[in-house]
């Protein structure tokens, strides 16, 4: 294997998205660091966060039937049993809700917890309040998603938060997703819900750290009680 081809298979790619904010700050940072160079210091680290923000790195997917897999880098903050937000027209049945907080350093892009077509797209628009309250879910600005993954509809809701303030999707309705493809990003701090059907069992715990496109969440399939956590 060439250096190249080791530097670039270390390095994380960055996305698309994230092109124009890193112009943008390099551009600042070069302005900056001419009219004085602790601002150019400044606005370099400043770039090199926007970098390492916009990260997308390549994850591998378990893809067994049932598999619910996490949508989003972050911390698992809410484990509720609750009514799924009208506009998902899922159902009036309270569903299992798992949400997923991503602060400003983790990796925001979203992707598809199960395989499946998406049949269902709705934009909502709201506050900004802090993503990891629970009346953010009703509140915030949100994009919510169904996937019909077999005999199930599986609720995928993206919530802006405090800081992030765009949510941009990648896919459209009727677009059929593979189970861990990207469907989108949220930029700069916000969180996902994802809602299972009711009865199904949580196979995460509040607090735990997730990796998007690789963390299973639930199984659909399984018959397996509640778990139990500790913090160590």
């Not at 960055?14 to 390099?26: D, N, Q, S």
């Not at 940072?29 to 390492?52: D, E």
């Not at 790195?57 to 049993?81: F, H, K």
């Amino acid at each position: 294997m060439s250096i190249y081809e080791s530097i670039r298979k270390t390095l994380t790619p960055i996305h698309k998205e994230g092109y124009p904010f890193i112009a943008i700050a390099a551009v600042a940072t070069l302005v900056l660091g001419h009219l004085w160079a602790p601002f150019g210091w400044i606005g370099l680290i400043i770039t090199l966060w926007i970098c390492y923000f916009f990260r997308d790195p390549e994850r591998v997917t378990p893809t067994r039937e049932g598999l619910v897999i996490a949508p989003a880098d972050g911390r698992i903050s809410g484990i509720a049993t609750v009514v799924p937000p009208p506009e998902l027209a899922l159902s009036d049945e309270p569903h299992t809700r798992i949400s997923i907080f991503m602060n400003v350093f983790d990796c925001h892009v979203n992707r598809a917890p199960v395989p499946g077509r998406i049949a269902r797209i709705v934009y909502t628009p709201g506050l900004f309040i802090n993503a990891e309250l629970d009346k953010a879910s009703e509140n915030n600005e949100r994009n919510g998603l169904v996937i019909e993954s077999g005999p199930y509809r599986i609720g995928v809701v993206q919530i802006a938060g405090l800081i992030a303030r765009r949510i941009v999707s990648f896919v459209h309705e009727g677009d059929t997703l593979a189970a861990g493809e990207r469907f989108g990003l949220i930029r700069f701090g916000s969180r996902v819900d994802v809602y299972l059907p009711a009865g199904i069992q949580p196979l995460v715990g509040l607090g735990q750290l997730t990796v998007a496109g690789e963390t299973v969440l639930a199984d659909l399939k399984s018959q397996e009680g509640p778990r139990a956590f500790r913090s160590s």
